[in-house]
């Protein structure tokens, strides 16, 4: 059975007990704008809990997620059913509420609780009839969002957030009076997990996740969370390379191009990240010297203020140390060129934190997102990455082959290592590299007879 068949196995049921059975939430909105929505959640109104835990474990084994708010699902379905239900906010933490589930409080106090106009949207499951007490179809007629009440809206914090996620996502702009008392909302309170939740929502969801920040900064709510994107306002750029405006406008432009991208990178969330964060360095060192802005040395400078960002809203330490690489790596999409001038890098390039692919894409975004767009074309920067990829996939010399040739781990070891490597990456093959590598190590030992291998 699916969950749309359950939902109305159950409607049948209540409705011989006098129940009325709705979908709620984000599953009516979804259907109205004929986009697919999987998560469907439903309220049953009329009939006691008793009775409703009595019509579930006829349909099957009943599994409650939680009796005391009201809300029960079956094993094997993802579909969400709710007693109608009010919250009130007891303390500052997520879970501070008293819930009070009430089968008869009627749809016009269920709805109120919601966040949305859109999102109080409820429809009987069997008529098809669409229960609208705040206006809802008209606000996603205009693509409006539009806060339900006041005081429930104020009691989550969260709510702030999500107004700018959905405006991004369905682009959708939000309405004056609910950008009014977003400003006045508190997120200190917010747990990062949740934060993250909803920036990852945007960044993965919404064709242009500029417009997330940019929501938050008309609601003047970056300050908390967001300091550092915060900082990038009229932070002025180069005006030969950046006719586009200040760091933040190049930023917006970098992320929404790194949006059209995210679905051939191989980590689209540290990728998405990575657009975010790859100029908070010119924060802390653009200087104008002769007239002419510069932000020398940006890609390491801004690393302390991407990490620092990160760590507020994540813990995950694949995540931050992917984005702390690409930013640091930034400017040097040619991935050939930088693996060979500098070994250290190399060595980056070659962590698995930092895929080779999204750097060059990365670097791609940053163009695109210039005024004029510059940087190295993606066709020539793919070629050098196909260039590199075929000579990371051949065989290579490693430690163990200079042992069977002979050599000792040593201080010198190292060093005739990382030459051999250098000639992996300039494209010389196994064999020749060895013989090359056993010569230098010769050449050393002529030179310095005293140092072990
Ligand atoms: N802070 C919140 C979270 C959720 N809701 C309500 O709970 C529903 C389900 O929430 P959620 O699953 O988070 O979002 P959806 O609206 O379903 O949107 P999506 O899953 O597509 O992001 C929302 O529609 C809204 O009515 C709310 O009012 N306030």
Not at 141 to 147: A, E, I, K, N, T
Not at 201 to 230: I, N
Not at 252 to 263: C, H, I, Q, T
């Amino acid at each position: 059975m699916t969950d749309a068949e359950l939902a109305r196995a159950i409607a049948e049921k209540a409705a011989e007990q006098g129940g009325t059975v709705y979908f709620v939430g984000g599953c009516v909105r979804d259907r109205l704008l004929g986009l697919e929505n999987k998560d469907i959640d439903i309220e049953v109104h009329g009939i006691p809990a008793e009775a409703l835990e009595q019509l579930l474990s006829e349909l099957g084994a009943c599994m409650k997620i939680g009796k005391s708010f009201g809300i029960y699902g079956l094993k094997g379905h993802a579909l969400d059913i709710a007693l109608p239900r009010t919250e009130r906010r007891t303390g500052v933490g997520h879970r501070d509420f008293a819930v009070t589930s009430d089968p008869f409080l009627g749809t016009y106090e269920a709805a109120k609780r919601r966040d949305f106009t859109m999102n109080a949207l409820m429809q009987n499951v069997l008529t098809g009839e669409i229960i609208d007490h705040f206006g809802g179809r008209q606000d996603l007629q205009d693509g409006v969002l539009r806060h339900v009440d006041d005081v429930t809206f104020t009691e989550d914090p969260l709510r702030v957030l999500r107004a700018a996620q959905f405006a991004a996502r369905f682009q959708f702009s939000v309405a004056a009076e609910t950008v009014e008392l977003c400003r006045r909302i508190d997120l200190s309170a917010l747990s990062r997990e949740r934060v993250m939740l909803e920036m990852e929502k945007a960044l993965l969801r919404a064709e242009k996740p500029s417009l997330f920040f940019g929501e938050l900064r008309t609601m003047g709510q970056l300050g908390h969370w967001f300091p550092e994107v915060q900082a990038l306002i009229g932070l002025p750029q180069n005006q030969i390379h950046h006719q586009e405006g200040d760091t933040w406008t190049h930023t917006m432009l970098v992320l929404d191009e790194a949006a059209k991208r995210r679905d051939k990178v191989r980590y689209p969330l540290g990728f998405l990240l990575a657009a975010l964060c790859h100029d908070f360095g010119k924060a802390v060192c653009t200087t104008e010297i002769d007239g002419v802005i510069h932000s020398y040395g940006h890609e390491t400078a801004g690393l302390p203020l991407v990490q620092q960002f990160l760590e507020r809203i994540t813990t995950e330490t694949k995540l931050i140390q992917y984005v702390l690489n690409m930013t640091e790596l930034h400017m040097q999409p040619n991935i050939m060129a930088a693996a060979r001038s500098r070994l250290k890098s190399t060595n980056k390039l070659l962590d698995r934190a930092v895929e080779p692919f999204d750097l060059i894409q990365l670097s791609v975004c940053d163009g695109l997102g210039k005024l004029p767009p510059c940087g190295e074309t993606e066709s020539f920067l793919m070629q050098r990455y196909e260039q590199f990829t075929a000579i990371m996939a051949r065989p290579y010399v490693m430690g163990k082959d200079l042992i069977a040739a002979g050599l000792q781990p040593g201080v010198q070891f190292s060093e005739i290592l990382s030459y051999a490597h250098k000639l992996r990456l300039a494209g010389i093959e196994k064999e020749n590299a060895l013989r090359q590598s056993l010569a230098y190590a010769r050449k050393m030992r002529k030179e310095n007879p005293d140092a072990a291998t």
